[in-house]
């Protein structure tokens, strides 16, 4: 027999029995390995107990490594890889004999003779490859982890490009069982041999078995099937700048997050900086989150929404276009500063989150047109010093004021500046500096004017109020005040958009686009000193003194490792998805993470929901520096089957003519579905998304324009969980079986960028797709919106 197909019929049947059998055996062999391993861990454990502190201080911190890694393995075997073996690849004879750390041959290329005359050829080296490695006793590799160099070759080998690879083989296991393998026969004009039999090729490739997989409401990985122009990626050096663009369903996302776990593996100190993956909304955090479990193993790695990327902030409400526009437009940083420092000279009325107004002399301050806006403002500070009335009016303050803020320190640290310049006028006023010709006694004699200023409670009460210190959610809220915005915005935002902005900031909770300009604002500000977190109070404590003498609870390294996450401003490495949305703003608020970071950034302009991409550029470029880019391009559409793809490309001629679209790696025979609105959109809706469900297994998704969401996810009410509801914005990144696209003029007409957040809409799905029209879509008779004509 030789190396070709066997997928149908009894005979195959046994084919692959066998082979299944084959893998079972390997399987239970690394199990056994790993159970040995775990032995010896828990003998280590029990030994270092027993022999307490025999040994030097280093060889028991390693020893516990030691059992602290064995248990890890451990656990991660039994309760999250539940496929832990799931490659093998099947290998001529290499150009030399040197084999790697990992114990396989280094060798890419075949060596000469290894394929004989007549086209037949041995088998020299077989190699399984799983989430983790696993070597024998005799160090030969039993697992080669899928991130380790000699692992390459599954991913990058290519019947145009086979290197050493005859066979590629899928391992479908669960636990310690193995269901199924998947061939792909990399050289198939081939007859190989191994231990003497023909070598048999199983399926009909693991890519098409994947992808042919119902979805369910969370990302899977894709290590099994990592196709070469994504591996490329994902091994792709760390320094400077990866830069990858595709299309929808190339694999951006996948590849990003296989990336993260690529540089942890291959560089686990340079990446204990942490890795920051920044994902546009939190559903899309949700769905890819548990994608690779191994991730989030030590703390390095955090996904966060752009809403959420400020402490604190967590943000999930959408501006309208109008407001976004605003609000993400890098105009805002001019606004911003103005703003920060409009407040403080309003005497940072609503803008110091928290402290209380300080009263000083109780006065009105006034506008630059004379309307009183901010109660409580000191307009004069009155002290008394060596026996003197000092004081100084409006007009100096002001002066003080201007001189401080002209520095270019954050606002909030600025205070001690302008304490130290109310002093010195303070101090000429007095006409002690000339008493003494002596400089140290002069010196004295001013310190002890400041000491005596400092501590009288007016100076103190007036500086809280004429400089508080500000919090960035209290400058937003002073913002909210259309009069004083309009001051601060003039000739750089026009009235509407003042009026618009106003009134959006003030809503109570927070949108998307807030969180960049909050984060802007504490770079603009300084970050406050934050109060000490104090230990829970216990009377007994005051009785005996305990509370400085008890230690800490020491915290455990898991503990540790979230907590540092947590508290982690910079990253080593920064991922940004979906990297065609950020606004300019957001850009800043992204970069701020990463001032000395390695990139990657994925995205695909074509999807942009942003209206001014040539600004948003310029801000990206401001982010990333000088850095030099490797650019990287995804070609083929994993996700949406061919019908889908070709409809989707009739929006995306209209949104960016000339480009081009990625090509669909499979077709279904299923072409899209086109329904006219009969009686009432939301009955033709629920009927079309119950009509799916029973034609998927998984997942239904309905996507509508951002306004109808509420309505929408009541429209489908009762109809299960495996349907949801999802405004266009919200569809970014995700998948589902089937979607229903609901009226695509609207999604259009939504904003500016609306054709390219229809196209997003309309590649969302891996099987069927349903275009729902209304009158406003002009459907022809076959129900084609007038969008989706030829
Ligand atoms: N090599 C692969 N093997 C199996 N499935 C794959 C492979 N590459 C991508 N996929 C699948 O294709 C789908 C699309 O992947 P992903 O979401 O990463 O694409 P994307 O480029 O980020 O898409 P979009 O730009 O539309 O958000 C996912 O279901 C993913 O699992």
Redesign the pocket.
Same mark, same amino acid.
């Given at each position: 027999m030789d190396a070709s197909r066997a997928s149908h019929g009894t005979s195959a049947d046994s084919v692959r029995d066998r082979e299944i059998g084959v893998e079972q055996e390997h399987l239970d062999a690394v199990y056994r390995r790993l159970e040995e391993k775990i032995h010896e861990a828990e003998f280590l454990m029990d030994d270092a107990a027993k022999r307490g502190q025999v040994g030097t201080p280093g060889a028991l911190a390693e020893r516990d490594a030691q059992v602290f890694r064995a248990g890890i393995h451990l656990n991660r075997l039994n309760n999250e890889f539940e496929d832990f073996l799931f490659g093998r690849i099947d290998l001529l004879l290499g150009k030399d004999g040197k084999k790697g750390p990992d114990g396989a041959y280094t060798a890419v290329e075949p060596a000469e003779g290894a394929v004989r005359e007549d086209n037949t050829a041995d088998i020299a080296e077989t190699l399984h490859i799983g989430r983790i490695g696993v070597l024998d006793a005799d160090y030969s590799p039993l697992v080669i982890d899928w991130r380790a160099p000699a692992a390459a070759p599954f991913y990058r080998s290519t019947p145009v490009d086979p290197g050493r690879v005859v066979r590629r083989r899928v391992i479908r296991s669960k636990g310690r069982k193995v269901l199924g393998v998947e061939d792909d026969l990399m050289r198939p004009e081939l007859t190989a041999f191994l231990d003497g039999r023909p070598l048999p090729a199983i399926g009909d490739g693991a890519?098409m078995a994947?992808?042919g997989q119902a979805?369910s409401h969370t990302?899977?990985d894709?290590v099994a099937?990592? #196709?070469a122009e #994504?591996d490329l990626v994902i091994r792709a050096p760390a320094a400077s700048v990866t830069y990858v663009e595709?299309?929808?369903?190339?694999? $951006?996302?996948?590849?990003a997050l296989h990336r993260a776990a690529y540089l942890l593996y291959q560089d686990r100190r340079r990446y204990a900086g942490g890795i920051l993956i920044v994902s546009p909304t939190p559903l899309l955090v949700a769905y890819t989150e548990g994608v690779l479990p191994s991730l989030g193993e030590e703390g390095q790695v955090a996904i966060r929404a752009v809403g959420s990327l400020v402490d604190g902030a967590e943000a999930t409400e959408y501006d309208s276009p109008a407001v976004a526009r605003v609000k993400g437009s890098s105009r805002m940083l001019k606004v911003l500063r103005k703003a920060a420092r409009g407040a403080l000279e309003s005497g940072g009325s609503g803008a110091q989150g928290g402290r209380p107004g300080g009263s000083g002399e109780g006065q009105l301050a006034f506008g630059d047109d004379e309307t009183p806006v901010v109660p409580g403002t000191p307009e004069r500070l009155r002290v008394v010093a060596f026996g003197r009335r000092l004081e100084l009016e409006a007009g100096q303050l002001n002066r003080i004021r201007h001189t401080a803020l002209s520095g270019t320190a954050p606002v909030n640290h600025l205070r001690p500046r302008a304490r130290r310049l109310l002093l010195d006028a303070l101090w000429d006023q007095s006409g002690a500096a000339g008493r003494h010709s002596d400089p140290e006694l002069a010196a004295e004699l001013r310190s002890s004017f400041d000491e005596d200023i400092t501590s009288e409670d007016a100076f103190i009460a007036f500086l809280d109020a004429w400089w508080p210190e500000l919090t960035p959610r209290g400058v937003l809220t002073a913002m909210s005040d259309e009069r004083r915005l309009a001051r601060w915005a003039r000739r750089i935002l026009n009235p509407g958009e003042v009026r618009r902005l106003a009134r959006s900031l003030r809503r109570d909770a927070l949108s998307v686009h807030d969180v960049a300009l909050l984060d802007e604002l504490t770079a603009i500000l300084g970050t406050p000193a934050r109060p000490k977190k104090k230990r829970e109070y216990d009377p007994l404590d005051q009785l005996t003194g305990l509370e400085e003498l008890m230690p800490q609870r020491e915290e455990s390294q898991r503990e540790r490792a979230e907590r540092l996450a947590q508290e982690r401003t910079e990253y080593a490495h920064v991922i940004v998805?979906?990297a065609q949305d950020l606004t300019p703003m957001q850009w800043r608020m992204v970069g701020r993470r990463g001032r000395h970071a390695t990139w990657t950034v994925?995205g695909?302009p074509a999807?942009s929901s942003w209206s001014d991409p040539d600004e948003a550029a310029e801000a990206r470029d401001e982010a990333l520096g000088t850095r030099p880019r490797r650019r990287f391009t995804?070609t083929v559409n994993?996700?949406n089957p061919s019908e889908i793809a070709e409809l989707a490309a009739k929006v995306l001629a209209l949104a960016m003519p000339g480009s081009k679209s990625p090509s669909a790696v499979r077709s279904t025979g299923v072409e899209p579905r086109f329904a006219v609105v009969r009686d009432r959109l939301g009955e033709t809706v629920r009927e079309e998304a119950a009509r799916l469900l029973e034609r998927v297994d998984g997942t239904v998704g309905v996507v509508v324009a951002m306004n109808r969401r509420a309505e929408a996810a009541r429209w489908l009410s009762g109809l299960g969980e495996r349907v949801v509801a999802l405004g266009s914005l919200e569809a $970014?990144?995700l998948?589902y079986d089937a979607t229903v696209v609901v009226s695509p003029a609207e999604i259009a007409d939504e904003s500016p960028a609306g054709l390219r957040v229809l196209y997003?809409a309309l590649?969302?799905a891996?099987q069927q797709l349903t275009v729902v029209s209304g009158e406003r879509d002009e459907p022809d008779a076959n129900g084609v919106p007038d969008l989706l004509r030829d």
């Open positions: 890519l994947a992808l979805r990302m899977r894709i099937s990592i #196709q #994504q595709g299309g929808p369903g190339t694999g $951006k996302t996948a590849v998805d979906e994925v695909d999807q995804l994993y996700r $970014k990144g998948e997003v590649t969302r891996t």
